[in-house]
């Protein structure tokens, strides 16, 4: 079975500027949830969708954004880009409900300049 | 904020039996100690959970203290593909969601 993927894997984008990351869950799965990652503030909770919906949300301002898909696959998007939001971003899926293992995927690593 | 306390960093020589602690003395009834990993800017991989039982899978060993506020995981035989920063975190499986809080991990270097 295919692990969670994301694309894309490396971005450079500048300040001001708008990005999405995609990230597709391991078959089966329909919760997504999304981290940050950076030196400074180590790995942070973004948030989740089960079903299309936001579940739980961490304490990001309100460029941040997300979305799923019916079959579960799962966007971010950063508005307004800064350069505090280089970082690597995580997706991880897991089958349902709380109660289930999270998997990881790569990463999709961001540089804002 | 996580609710582990973990030291910084390790290190174990190849071969041998690596035992990382955790702290979780605040840890609640309904509460698991998961483990991941992190190698150099790859994702979080899974290692292992438990509640209060010992655990072990083909990764690794799990060993939970009887009161529950503290645990080690334990490589048997560690090798250079090991190194990585491993992460100890509790929460509660239920359905409430999937938040993780990761805290700042032990830095484990594996040497020759």
């Known amino acids: 079975k295919a692990g969670v993927t994301q694309t894309p894997r490396y971005l450079i984008k500048t300040r001001g500027q708008q990005v999405t990351l995609s990230c597709s869950p391991i078959s089966g799965h329909r919760s997504v949830s999304w981290y940050q990652q950076t030196p400074g503030q180590g790995l942070q909770f973004l948030f989740e969708?089960?079903?299309?919906?936001?579940?739980n949300k961490g304490n990001f301002p309100g460029r941040f954004s997300g979305r799923q898909f019916s079959n579960s696959r799962s966007e971010m998007n950063v508005s307004t880009l800064e350069l505090g939001d280089s970082a690597l971003y995580l997706c991880?899926?897991?089958?349902?409900?709380?109660?289930?293992?999270?998997?990881f995927g790569p990463g999709t690593r961001l540089l804002v300049l | 904020d996580a609710k582990t306390t973990q030291p910084p960093s390790m290190d174990c020589a190849e071969g041998r039996a690596a035992n990382l602690p955790c702290n979780h003395s605040t840890i609640s009834g309904n509460e698991y100690v998961y483990w991941y990993r992190q190698i150099h800017s790859q994702g979080p991989q899974y290692i292992i959970h438990?509640?209060?039982n010992n655990e072990t899978n083909e990764m690794a060993s799990l060993i939970i203290t009887e009161d529950r506020k503290s645990s080690t995981l334990i490589l048997p035989h560690a090798t250079l593909r090991d190194t990585a920063v491993y992460y100890c975190i509790v929460r509660v499986a239920n359905n409430a969601g999937n938040m993780l809080t990761f805290g700042g991990g032990t830095r484990l270097m594996v040497k020759p």
């Open positions: 438990g509640l209060k």
């Open positions: 991880a899926s897991s089958l349902a409900t709380g109660r289930e293992t999270q998997y």
């Open positions: 969708y089960f079903s299309e919906t936001q579940r």
